[in-house]
């Protein structure tokens, strides 16, 4: 049964750290996206990600987040440095083709505390 | 830019009752897809409806997109335990690729 898997599931973090997040979307899916979930602002798009190149990561405030898709098995989120307005569940979702028909499939997230 | 609205965000029901939600979109979209997410875990792909005023069902949940699509409603008859959870709606942002404008989501309570 395939899956997207991201690591670590979990991780609380000082004010200041770098954090860094990684995703495996399914084998052969050429599509991903970041999203960042809060109570207050729900489900946003931080960044996306086609045949490993980014298209769009206009949602990702700059200054202190990247990501990248090394290779097509991984792709990452990093915050440096990270503040406790970062505290959020961050999810990875994949998707066979960047088609608006298509399925996202969502990883597990990472729940990230910021102290 | 493209909204999705919700509303309310939250819904409590006695287990048993008929539950309906709906979602509403500022532009005319191409199609409409519902995601459900449990409490502490993941959004997990619903359905998708693609034509005006398409109804699909899964077991107890009616999904219905709206003649103009615009909107969507999702009814779950005789609600269980096993429903709860958020039931998101989305819709693409362009149609030329797969970014979707996510509603906040409707967080369903049953109570036994």
């Known amino acids: 049964d395939a899956r997207v898997t991201q690591t670590p599931r979990h991780k609380v973090t000082e004010m200041g750290q770098e954090v860094t997040m990684r995703c495996q979307p399914i084998?052969?899916?050429?599509?991903v996206f970041w999203y960042r979930q809060t109570m207050m602002q729900g489900l946003e798009l931080l960044a996306y990600f086609r045949n490993r190149a980014p298209l769009d990561d206009s949602g990702m405030p700059k200054d202190r987040f990247s990501a990248e898709m090394p290779d097509a098995t991984l792709a990452t989120l990093k915050i440096q440095p990270s503040e406790p307005r970062d505290s959020a569940v961050y999810f990875c979702a994949s998707l066979a083709r960047d088609s608006p028909t298509d399925t996202q499939y969502f990883g597990p997230g990472t729940r990230l505390t910021v102290l | 830019g493209q909204q999705v609205m919700q509303i309310p965000q939250y819904q409590h029901v006695q287990e048993g009752e008929d539950f309906t939600t709906y979602c509403n979109s500022s532009?005319?979209?191409?199609?409409i897809q519902w995601y459900k997410q449990r409490p502490g875990g993941h959004p997990v792909f619903l359905i998708q409806l693609v034509k005006s005023g398409e109804v699909k069902k899964q077991k107890r949940l009616t999904f219905q997109f709206g003649e103009a699509k615009k909107n969507s409603s999702l009814h779950i008859t005789a609600t269980q335990t096993t429903d709860v959870g958020t039931y998101f709606c989305?819709?693409?942002?362009?149609?030329?690729?797969?970014?979707?404008?996510f509603g906040k989501g409707i967080t369903l309570s049953v109570r036994p």
């Open positions: 084998l052969g899916h050429n599509t």
């Open positions: 989305a819709g693409p942002m362009t149609g030329a690729n797969s970014k979707l404008t």
């Open positions: 532009t005319t979209l191409s199609n």
